[in-house]
């Protein structure tokens, strides 16, 4: 029987090994620079072409390549502390206790982040967007990985969790429309009504401030109510996001001018006293 050279098969093992954990940390290279050209490609299509969000979407994508990274480093560091003869279970053990009781611990933190980066990937709001979310109404100052600040009407600045706005109604997502209701009595006939609008109409476009804020010119939507001494017409246009309250006021500014500018009668309603009771009349 040969004898068995000791020495010359530790270092056999040895070069072996290293070979194996040279092999292992280049598939993990490889494998790292795929991932990383992934994840900047699936976040390459969310840019805007102004570059509006790229700053949030490049830190995003940084963020979720340096735990794929974590995940990938400590998965090799496993196998090679196995490949020495170190006992990793009780290594693996005790990172799975700690990661569930940090879980456990932080769930809403966790669910504001996840919510925060679909938000910001799905482009469902920005900032500077009057939106309604939450119970609150109001401009977007600040959008946040775990909040999101909304500036009201009042000037009251809410802060908000991520994880819990569920419903966001953008209302500067989009061509806007605006409405405007007219009571007019019928000494003001139909087409008289729709003269009025349509001369509004021209003087809302020619305004140089605001016109340009307009997609769809003013028109008449048609009569919404008939009443014993009067009828509800609604006008409706569309103006780019942002704009639909201020072409809104000046154009019932510019309703009210013609109304009076033809000495025509509008329904006014006010409010008398009868028996101790509040009545609503129309004169």
């Not at 390459?44 to 102004?50: H, L, Q």
């Not at 979407?57 to 998965?75: A, D, M, P, W």
């Not at 509008?266 to 009868?274: L, M, T």
Request: glycine content about 8%; aromatic content about 6%; proline content about 2%.
């Amino acid at each position: 029987m040969p004898d068995i050279d000791i020495n010359q098969l530790i270092k056999t093992n040895i070069v072996k090994d290293i070979i194996i954990i040279l092999i292992i940390l280049v598939i993990s290279k490889i494998l790292l620079d795929s991932l990383s050209h992934l994840i900047n490609k699936s976040f390459s299509n969310k840019m805007d072409v102004d570059g509006y969000r790229k700053v949030r979407i490049e830190t995003l994508s940084k963020n979720l390549y340096t735990v794929i990274r974590f995940i990938v480093g400590f998965i090799i560091v496993m196998i090679i502390l196995d490949m020495l003869g170190i006992n990793t279970r009780s290594i693996i053990a005790t990172a799975g206790i700690g990661g569930v009781a940090i879980a456990f611990g932080a769930q809403t933190l966790v669910k504001d982040i996840v919510t925060g980066v679909i938000i910001i990937v799905d482009d469902t709001f920005r900032v500077g967007d009057w939106i309604k979310t939450a119970g609150v109404e109001g401009t977007v100052e600040t959008l946040g990985m775990r909040h999101t600040k909304i500036r009201d009407y009042d000037g009251s600045l809410h802060t908000i969790p991520n994880s819990q706005i569920t419903n966001v109604q953008n209302l500067n997502s989009g061509p806007m429309r605006f409405d405007c209701n007219i009571y007019l009595s019928y000494d003001v006939s139909y087409e008289e009504a729709e003269d009025i609008v349509e001369t509004v109409s021209k003087k809302l476009k020619a305004d140089k401030d605001l016109g340009k804020y307009i997609i769809q010119d003013v028109s008449v939507f048609g009569i919404m109510e008939i009443r014993e001494s009067s009828y509800l017409l609604r006008t409706t246009g569309v103006a780019v996001p942002g704009h639909q309250w201020a072409l809104g006021r000046e154009e019932r500014k510019l309703i009210i001018d013609e109304i009076y500018g033809r000495a025509l009668n509008p329904s006014i309603q006010v409010v008398a006293i009868a028996k101790g009771k509040e009545i609503n009349e129309e004169i």
